[in-house]
C-alpha cells in the first residue's frame, strides 16, 4: 500500500467501522439471531443490492470518459476494468438473489419470485447513492466517484467472512453468497486498490475529495443497510402479521 493509500485509509477508518460495526450488521450477526430474519435480511439485502449496483458500470464508463478528457489516460483506462468488475459483480448479485429465493420458499412463507424482488421499488438511500455517483462523475472531479465503488468493496470484504460464517451456521450450506465470496478474492482488492493508488498519487489535492467522497458513501450505505434490514422484518414477520390479522 502507497503512503498515499494509507494516508486515505487512515482518514476513512472511523467511518468504515461505523457501517461494519453498526447496530444493524451487528444485531443481524449476534449468536441469538433468529434464522428467518436473518434470511430475508439477506434476499433483501442481494436483491435491492442489484437495484444499487445496476448503474454503477455506466457511471464508471463515463468517469474514464471525463478521465480521458482531462488527459488522465493511464486512469481512464484502469477505471474501465474496474467496470468490468462491476458487471460481475452484479451478475453474482442475481444469483445471490435466485438462489436464497428459492431456498425461502422450501422453508417459509410467503412465496417469493424474482419478478416482484427485482421490480420492488426503489428506496431512498439507493436514490441518494445514485445521486451522489453521478454528481461526482459529471463534476470537476470525476475520478472521484472510485472512492465511492472502493469503500462498498472494501465494505463488503471487511464483512464479508463474518456474514458468510452467519448464513452457514443458520441456514446451511445451501445459502451461497457469491457476491460475499468474491469481495475475499484478492483480485478484486488489488484492482481497486491500483485505481486508488494512480489516482491519489496523481496529486496531493486530491487526497480530501477522495476522502469526502468516500465518508458520503459510507454514510448512504450505512442508511441503505437500514433500509434492507426493515425490507428484511417485513418480509420475516409476514406469517406472524397474518395470524395476527385473521385472528384479529
Not at 463474518?162 to 445451501?174: I, N, P, S, V, W
Request: proline share 3%; net charge negative; aromatic share 6%.
Amino acid at each position: 500500500m502507497s503512503a498515499a493509500l494509507h494516508a486515505y485509509a487512515l482518514a476513512l477508518e472511523p467511518a468504515r467501522r461505523r457501517v461494519a460495526e453498526g447496530e444493524e450488521l451487528g444485531r443481524l450477526l449476534a449468536a441469538n439471531t433468529d434464522p428467518g430474519q436473518l434470511h430475508a435480511f439477506l434476499i433483501q439485502w442481494a436483491s435491492l443490492s442489484l437495484q444499487l449496483q445496476e448503474p454503477i458500470e455506466l457511471f464508471l464508463g463515463e468517469a474514464s470518459r471525463r478521465c480521458a478528457e482531462l488527459g488522465e489516460t493511464k486512469l481512464a483506462l484502469t477505471l474501465l476494468y474496474v467496470a468490468l468488475d462491476a458487471i460481475d459483480l452484479y451478475r453474482l448479485l442475481a444469483e445471490d438473489t435466485r438462489g436464497l429465493a428459492q431456498l425461502w420458499n422450501g422453508r417459509r412463507l410467503p412465496h417469493l419470485d424474482m419478478t416482484s424482488l427485482l421490480t420492488q421499488p426503489s428506496t431512498q438511500a439507493i436514490r441518494n447513492c445514485h445521486e451522489q455517483q453521478r454528481l461526482l462523475v459529471i463534476g470537476a472531479s470525476p475520478w472521484a466517484q472510485l472512492a465511492a465503488v472502493f469503500e462498498l468493496s472494501t465494505l463488503l470484504a471487511a464483512v464479508a467472512d463474518r456474514t458468510l460464517a452467519q448464513a452457514k451456521r443458520l441456514l446451511g450450506d445451501e445459502a451461497r453468497l457469491g457476491s460475499l465470496h468474491s469481495r475475499t478474492q484478492p483480485r478484486c482488492s488489488q484492482l481497486l486498490s491500483k485505481a486508488m493508488d494512480e489516482c491519489l498519487a496523481a496529486s496531493v489535492d486530491r487526497h480530501s475529495i477522495m476522502v469526502e467522497a468516500g465518508e458520503r458513501s459510507l454514510e448512504l450505505y450505512g442508511e441503505f443497510l437500514l433500509e434492507c434490514s426493515v425490507a428484511g422484518f417485513n418480509l420475516s414477520s409476514w406469517q406472524a402479521r397474518r395470524c395476527a390479522t385473521s385472528s384479529g
